[in-house]
């Protein structure tokens, strides 16, 4: 089944203590990406890959980090959390070919919480 | 700046009237425009797109939207609503200019009422 997964689906984590979402795809995708939805705020992008060893900042990468070594995983990197960085996070990827635009296809979501 | 905009945080429908979740858009190019729906405790899904051609996209599960570039809207329509559409829906943009990046709206929450 073609899908995006994401570990841990729900992580409560206590101020500064490094943490590692992870997402991968079986889908072959270039294109893979990170999100945070906030309640009124819809999502916002926080980095984005175009494909390995490629990647960039979207709106809010602050307090984050990522890493594309491989084609299907993409994790994200929180080095010291802290509370605003509570949030519903989702990855997703799509297809990347010049001129042409896929719609992404969504994780099921990581709940976090920072104390 | 990309920039989108969903007016309505609720919209309230009844079972077999028609809805509208509207979207307004704001790119430098030529806009990219996406819709999505989100169900409780679910990630986001694909509903469809509109990148050039026929001002009106047919998608999934009986979804409509019509791309107005005047208006600059997208707004996504649907003629007989059912208790199932009850969700969150989400338009996104991506700018010719800049496409591997992508704003969304903040949401529409719809719930069809029996």
């Known amino acids: 089944e073609a899908q995006v997964t994401q570990n841990p689906r729900y992580l409560i984590t206590v101020t500064g203590k490094k943490l590692t979402v992870t997402c991968s795809q079986n889908m072959n995708h270039e294109y893979m990406s990170w999100y945070r939805q906030d309640p009124g705020l819809g999502l916002r992008q926080i980095y984005y890959?175009?494909?390995?060893?490629?990647?960039d900042k979207g709106d809010v990468p602050e307090g984050y980090k990522v890493s594309r070594k491989e084609k299907r995983n993409f994790p994200l990197i929180l080095e010291s959390p802290s509370p605003n960085q509570t949030s519903l996070y989702f990855c997703?990827?799509?297809?990347?070919?010049?001129?042409?635009?896929?719609?992404?296809?969504f994780g099921p979501g990581t709940r976090l919480t920072v104390t | 700046a990309q920039s989108v905009a969903q007016p309505e945080d609720q919209v309230n429908v009844a079972e077999g009237n028609p809805l509208t979740v509207k979207c307004t858009y704001s790119?430098?190019?030529?806009?990219?425009l996406f819709w999505y729906v989100q169900y409780p405790n679910r990630g986001l899904q694909f509903l469809l797109k509109y990148i050039t051609g026929d001002n009106l996209v047919k998608g999934s599960y009986g979804f409509e939207a019509e791309f107005n570039k005047s208006q600059t809207s997208f707004h996504l329509k649907k003629p007989s609503a059912l208790v199932s559409d009850s969700a969150l829906y989400f338009c996104a943009v991506r700018d010719e200019t800049s496409y591997d990046k992508v704003i969304f709206g903040p949401g529409t929450s719809l719930s069809v009422i029996p």
């Open positions: 790119v430098s190019g030529n806009p990219y």
């Open positions: 890959s175009m494909n390995v060893e490629v990647t």
């Open positions: 997703a990827s799509s297809p990347s070919r010049q001129g042409v635009l896929y719609e992404q296809y």
